[in-house]
């Protein structure tokens, strides 16, 4: 078989950067990428895409309506295709058994039983969304009890290791391609296929061929080795608070070990995204489920320490606020999970923010590419508050960082969006209740000159000398 006509099922963060770049990298190839939302298809076929990734619009326009199309007719993107990605979401379960911590795996097999119902050819199913180990089990039981005459399954595993914010760096310039099959002839040829689409443009050195469970294991164990070093230096920066020292002087000392390296060292007020904390949960769930509660128990940690940092940082706020934030204007800098991404999935902010308007607070809240319905639509979510009038009264979203911190008692910054290094902080200043506070939940600020300028200043994983601010503030007219 050569694959000339891909389908995707799923046009989300992972499946719309994903075939766009294959799209790029392999004109010779069809690629629809398909998805029930129609909202989402209008989104993909118009100017302004549905998620924001730099990058992403310029590589959609060089290959839309040539052999890159966003459709939702499901049924003949999967019917004309010989390789079906399915890019769907897991969601962790909000119900029954494995609750909090389990896959919610209903789209994926829903997927699985569209496929089998209309293919009438040969197809290469590939599991792309992050799923749980044995997931492609399902795929491969629902295809394989479905088969009809003439049409023959090959299931793969083909986690995705992209980052949001870099996408589209990490697809073209993969560190490396990892690619699970099963070990038989047909299984071999199958990962074949795949690695010579891949192989348009990666390196095959760089393309890794796995059995099935261990690809499967391999995305959930990287991003708990990851979400592991963060939550790491973050419990370190609560030492440094304590002690005096400097997390970032100790990330940077040791990071220069080359065993340990100076990647993903930055302390912070904690993990969001889409996929560190569900990962772990699934891990944590196939721990507990293969009767290994220690190993269990030494993950959960990690999202323990997550919670524990978010928590630490807001009560810090809230307690160099006099103790009280009732009826205070708190500007909140940034509301998606990171710089680059409009994603607010798993976002800190909204634990930040969520505490604050619990504890009375009006916030202000601006964020250079998030959507103001989707910050009502996280903050009014039933899991997260149980009175949404309340939150409506009390939160204005702002169209410039400026407007937003005008009259405030404090700047709580979340995100660490490049534009807000570059801030004028003596207008700001000018502009905000006395004294004025800012707590820099990202270590992006310059915290000396802020102080000069009259700020107290709080950060993660330092702490600060008050005397700039103490001068400062005999002085409120210095430049
Ligand atoms: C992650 C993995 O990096 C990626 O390989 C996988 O495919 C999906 O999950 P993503 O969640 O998009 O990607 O972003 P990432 O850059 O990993 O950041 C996740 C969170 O960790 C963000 O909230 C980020 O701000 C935080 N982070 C990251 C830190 O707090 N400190 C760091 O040093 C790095
Ligand atoms: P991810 O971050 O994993 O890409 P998203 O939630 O951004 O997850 O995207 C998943 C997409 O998959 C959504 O747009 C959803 O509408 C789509 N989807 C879910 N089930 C199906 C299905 N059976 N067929 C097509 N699209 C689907």
Known sequence: MVIEKICCLGAGYVGGPTCSVIALKCPNIKVTVCDKSVERINQWNSDKLPIYEPGLQDVVNQCRGKNLFFSTDIAKGIREADLIFISVNTPTKTFGNGKGRAADLKYVESAARMIADLATSNKIVVEKSTVPVKAAEIIMKILRANTKPGVEYQIL??????????????????????????????GQKAIQELCWVYEHWIPAKNILTTNTWSSELSKLAANAFLAQRISSINSLSAVCEATGADVSEVARAIGRDSRIGPKFLEASIGFGGSCFQKDILNLIYLCECLNLPE????????????????????????????????DKNIAILGFSFKKNTGDTRESPAIHVSTTLLDEGAKLHIYDPKVEPEQIFYELTNPYITSDPEIVKKNVEIHDTAYSAVTGAH??????????????DFKKIYEAMMKPAYIFDGRKILNHEALQNIGFHVQTIGKRLSRVGSIRAQGSQTMP
């Open 410 to 423: 404090a700047i709580v910054l979340c995100t660490e969006w490049d534009e807000f290094k570059t801030l």
């Open 295 to 326: 190993v269990a128990e030494y993950w959960q940690q990690v999202l323990n320490l997550n919670d524990y940092q978010k928590t630490r940082f807001t009560r810090k706020v809230i307690e160099s606020l006099f103790n009280t934030v009732t």
């Open 157 to 186: 595993s083909n986690p995705e290791f992209l980052a949001e914010g870099t996408a589209i760096v990490d697809l073209v310039e993969a560190e490396r391609v990892l690619i699970g099959g099963e070990d038989t002839p047909e």
